[in-house]
């Protein structure tokens, strides 16, 4: 089967960091998407990873082990704005891409 | 550069009525994607077209569920009769050409709120 975990909430404090992770496990891999989704709007693209390491665009890096199946997602200084869902998707071997269901972060002031 | 479009942002309709949903992708995009977003949930990939050829529609119901992209471009989505559990989110993407050896990053629409009474 394909599975994609990432905790459902998280909730950080403005200023701080945070990081969400991501698990897989697909029919083989062929890259991993990092989408921000406000409530009521389309999920916009962060990032795509397709070699392991860390990739830096900003505030946000995403980070990436292919031999763990593991991803995450940090983001840095937070602001209120990054209140959204997080949404882990990946592109296996059938270049078919599946979603993880988010993860809701709250930011507090 | 416009973004993808979708009509109609909202439609409520009662359970065993028809309804459809409109998507213009951005210009140049050869690949087309519906998606279904059930509240609290990621989005579930309904059907994906490679210009008007159908790639992948293994998760459309397709008892209630038709799909199709004429002349390559835009696209309409139906559900005849509607059921309770079809009220989501409908979201349409599309993305330049995966299939030609690219990953490319897929680019949504607004997305059409359907709730069904």
């Known amino acids: 089967g394909q599975n994609i975990d990432q905790p459902t909430e998280m909730t950080a404090t403005e200023g701080a960091i945070v990081q969400i992770n991501c698990t897989y496990q697909?029919?083989?891999?062929?890259?991993l998407f990092w989408y921000q989704q406000h409530a009521g709007e389309a999920p916009t693209f962060l990032s795509y990873n397709v070699l392991d390491g860390l990739e830096e665009k900003g505030r946000f890096s995403s980070f990436l082990s292919r031999s763990k199946g593991y991803s995450y997602l940090l983001l840095k200084e937070l602001q209120m704005k990054d209140s959204a869902s997080y949404l882990c998707?990946?592109?296996?071997?059938?270049?078919?891409?599946?979603f993880g269901k988010g993860t809701r972060l709250h930011i507090l002031p | 550069e416009a973004g993808v479009a979708q009509s109609p942002r909202y439609k409520i309709i009662e359970k065993r009525q028809s309804v459809a949903f409109w998507c213009n992708p951005i210009s140049g995009h050869a690949t087309l994607y519906w998606y279904q977003q059930i509240l609290g949930q990621g989005p579930k990939l309904l059907i994906q077209f490679q210009n008007n050829g159908v790639v992948d529609d293994s998760q459309l119901p397709k008892d209630r569920f038709s799909a199709e992209r004429l002349k390559g471009v835009d696209s309409t989505l139906k559900i005849q009769p509607a059921k309770l559990e079809d009220s989501a989110v409908y979201l349409c993407?599309?993305?330049?050409?995966?299939?030609?050896?690219?990953?490319?990053?897929?680019?949504f629409g607004p997305g059409t709120r359907l709730t069904v009474l």
């Open positions: 697909t029919s083989g891999f062929n890259g």
């Open positions: 998707a990946v592109l296996n071997r059938d270049d078919k891409i599946i």
């Open positions: 993407a599309s993305s330049l050409d995966p299939l030609a050896g690219n990953t490319d990053t897929q680019y």
